[in-house]
């Protein structure tokens, strides 16, 4: 029998987790919010399986789907759905990763992994097609009303310039997206500059929320973490460093660690960075 390419887990109440298991350091989660009227998705993975098939499995509801940022690994399912929300600022980066050169690297070293297809995958189908998606533009304050959960966009720059999360007051939760969580890259071309990072941080600090839930972690983090995170990059010290390389990214940064062995001690967090964005 074949095995099921996607693994879900809920969360919370009428809160999913969809687990994309591509490789250890490269797995992402799609996070499913259902409401009473509507559903919302956020991030559509590395579009290797079929997530729309799996969300109509867990709701018929009405999807409404949004981008928490541009990176490939969150947007490349995007063709699946008609309308897409992503910040303006993001634009731009989805434009770019979306490109065959890289979702070509990406299978090939999945492949190198061996990552587990899902039957029928074609690669020279995936690497050519064409994100035909609507893209609707969205800002800092727009609310999704699901019927009965409210979640508002909070414009969080830093991982990306255009990164969103999406708040629900109600439930007091920031879905965060990749600019909250124990692990940050900071690193990239199109990333801000640390002390706007700061920033960003200290302004998710003032929400009023209990948890976090990150799209590369299986679990709420407590709000605890923005303290930590504050800490960590206003004390990043170069000579403290280790050289960080990810063989999914060409590119390579430097990456500042506080509170324990890396990725296994509860009070763990890291920046990844380089200099010019200190």
Known sequence: MFKQYF?????????????????ESSTVCCTLIVGNKKALLIDTGYGIGDLKQLVNSITNLPIIVVNSHGHIDHVSGNHQFSEV??????IEVKDKYLIADIK???????????????????????????DNSIVIPVEEGHVFDLGGRELEVIHLPGHTKGSISLLDRRNRILFSGDSISSHVLMYLEESTSIKTYIETLKKANELDIDNIIASHFTKPYNKDIINKLIHCAS????????????????????????????????????????????
């Open 85 to 90: 929300y992503i910040h303006k600022e993001d």
């Open 235 to 278: 004390h990043i010290d170069i000579s403290k460093s280790t050289i960080y390389a990810n063989p999914a990214n060409p590119m390579e940064g430097l990456m500042y660690a506080e509170g324990g062995e890396p990725f296994v001690s509860p009070d763990f967090v890291s920046i990844v960075y380089t200099k010019d964005n200190l």
């Open 104 to 130: 070509n690297f990406l299978i090939e070293y999945f492949k190198q992994q061996k990552l587990e297809f899902p039957e029928g995958f074609l690669k020279e189908k995936y690497v050519n097609r064409n």
């Open 7 to 23: 693994t879900v887990n809920e969360i919370m109440d009428g809160v999913y987790h969809i687990n994309e298991p591509i490789i």
